[in-house]
T-cell receptor, first 114, second 109 residues
Framework: EPEVTQTPSHQVTQMGQEVILRCVPISNHLYFYWYRQILGQKVEFLVSFYNNEISEKSEIFDDQFSVERPDGSNFTLKIRSTKLEDSAMYFC????????????FGDGTRLSIL | GQQVMQIPQYQHVQEGEDFTTYCNSS?????IQWYKQRPGGHPVFLIQ?????EVKKQKRLTFQFGEAKKNSSLHITATQTTDVGTYFC?????????FGAGTRLTVKP
């Protein structure tokens, strides 16, 4: 069964540094998402992306965050200047041809800010 | 903005007991989805409910969507140790999907 893949599985970064989290969505999916989950807490929506542009974003997704689909397969989340509170698990998800279809999640990237 | 409340936060049951988690939205939803996250894992889609009053079953799991499309429940009959994990509802309105806080289920053998 097709999967969403995320790299790296764990990223450790100094506060203030930029990080890029990478995702390869399922190949025929059209909608892409980023979520974060602080340890032990709920899954929080960050942003959705369709047709090469952001379709929705949450209040968490401020100017420090950006997303990009640089080629036909990758979907990236960039955090420009990381803060301690950015430490969390970041999940990428994708869904199919119609919006609001079930989302398939990757295994996540654990981001640790020192 | 849209808020999705989910209760209880934790539930500990003896194997064989039933379990229910409830989800309430502050706004009318276009659909609601349920996900399960095993410890250390990622959310995995279980089911989607679209119609008012809809009830769907998956083996021992029963999902309901309220008549007003603002609340939903997941009921597990005769829990097993394989049911452990956190169950999240996700309310969808327009292009916006928001997760509830989840209910963490532990099952004592």
């Amino acid at each position: 069964e097709p999967e969403v893949t995320q790299t790296p599985s764990h990223q450790v970064t100094q506060m203030g540094q930029e990080v890029i989290l990478r995702c390869v969505p399922i190949s025929n999916h059209l909608y892409f998402y980023w979520y974060r989950q602080i340890l032990g807490q709920k899954v929080e929506f960050l942003v959705s992306f369709y047709n090469n542009e952001i379709s929705e974003k949450s209040e968490i997704f401020d100017d420090q965050f950006s997303v990009e689909r640089p080629d036909g397969s990758n979907f990236t989340l960039k955090i420009r200047s990381t803060k301690l509170e950015d430490s969390a698990m970041y999940f990428c998800a994708s869904s199919g041809m119609i919006h609001n279809q079930p989302q398939h999640f990757g295994d996540g990237t654990r981001l640790s800010i020192l | 903005g849209q808020q999705v409340m989910q209760i209880p936060q934790y539930q500990h049951v003896q194997e064989g007991e039933d379990f229910t988690t409830y989800c309430n939205s502050s706004t009318t939803l276009s659909n609601i989805q349920w996900y399960k996250q095993r410890p250390g894992g990622h959310p995995v889609f279980l089911i989607q409910l679209v119609k008012s009053g809809e009830v769907k079953k998956q083996k021992r799991l029963t999902f309901q969507f309220g008549e007003a499309k603002k609340n939903s429940s997941l009921h597990i009959t005769a829990t097993q140790t394989t049911d452990v994990g956190t169950y999240f509802c996700a309310g969808v309105r327009n292009n916006d999907m928001r997760f509830g806080a989840g209910t963490r289920l532990t099952v004592k053998p």
